[in-house]
Each structure stands twice: as C-alpha cells, then as structure tokens.
C-alpha cells in the first residue's frame, strides 16, 4: 500500500478532509460533544486528553504491516470548524469505511460529501470493494450507504449489518 494513500489531504466541494493529528483533539472533542452520538455505539463523549491520545495512535499507522488506517478530520471551509471526521482500514480484499459529524452539522449533507470523497479517492488507489457497518436502526448512516452505493448485506457483525459495494462495476 502506498503511504500517500492514507495521509493525503483531500478537499470537497465544503471540506477539507486532513490528516488526523493530536492537535485536532480539543476541537474534535468541542465537535462530538453531543451524548446523542453515541446512541448506536455506546460509550461517551471522549474527554480532550483521551482524544489526544487516540488521535496520536491513529496518525501512527496500523501496527499490522497488512492494513493502512486512514483518518481525517473534516474542515468546513466556510467557517473553519472542524465537523467531524471519516476514516477507513484499507486492506488487500479491500477498505472499510466510517463517518461521524457532529450534532450541530448535521442534516447538511456533510457526511455524505466527506464519504463519497473519501470513497472516490480510495477507488481511484485501486480499492476494489467498499464496507461500511451500521447498526440497524441508525437510518441517517443507513442513507449515507446508500448514496455512497453501498448495499445491505446478510451479514452482521457485533450487531451492525454489513453494507458494500463491488468498486470494479461501473
């Protein structure tokens, strides 16, 4: 895997996708604040410090020379508030994706834009197949898979259904 694949800036019509790092900890943390988030998840808002620290093991790669992580905070560029962010786990049989955008930006189509961002740069890197798993009754991240061409699955894993898309079909 190349390297640029997974720390690339990227840039949509609204946002620019960056490379997570430990200095994007406290406004990430401002910007999934909201309990709400965590409604299909589990868990809690993360605090500044533990954000600093996850988001320092990510920019640190995949300890398993097989996989690339990918994470990018989301930049409006509108007002320069940082929204939320996306990432995926790109493995030889393909990538995994995910996306969160906090409670205040929401209803604006930004996670979409972010994903099918992410998505076309993945594609354009040679992914052949894209994953995305979502609990069953999270109807917002079930419509973003959908707009992003994804399909549910059968398969469930840890209580989310599988959704994925073949990338080589046109």
């Known amino acids: 895997m190349h390297p640029d694949l997974t720390t690339t800036e990227l840039r949509s019509e609204r946002l620019d996708l960056l490379p997570i790092a430990p200095g994007h900890a406290a406004e990430l943390a401002a910007a999934l604040a ?35 992580w990918g994470n990018w905070v989301l930049r409006l560029r509108a007002d320069g508030a940082l929204t939320g962010y ?3 786990t790109v493995r030889p049989d393909g990538a995994e994706l995910a996306w969160v955008v906090g409670t205040p930006w929401q209803r604006r ?22 994953v995305a798993h979502i609990h069953p009754d999270h109807h917002a991240s079930a419509r973003i ?21 073949d990338l080589t079909r046109p």
Not at 109 to 130: Q, S, Y
């Open 34 to 68: 909201d309990p709400a988030l965590h409604a299909f998840t589990g868990g809690r808002p993360a605090t500044v410090e533990e954000l600093r620290a996850r988001c320092a093991r990510l920019a640190a790669g995949s300890p398993d020379p097989a996989e690339a």
């Open 86 to 88: 996306v990432q995926t």
């Open 109 to 130: 189509g930004l996670a979409t834009e972010a994903a099918r961002t992410l998505l076309a740069h993945l594609t354009a890197a040679g992914a052949t197949t894209a």
């Open 145 to 165: 898979a959908t707009a992003l061409g994804l399909r549910r699955t059968t398969r469930t894993q840890d209580g989310e259904t599988r959704w994925q898309a």
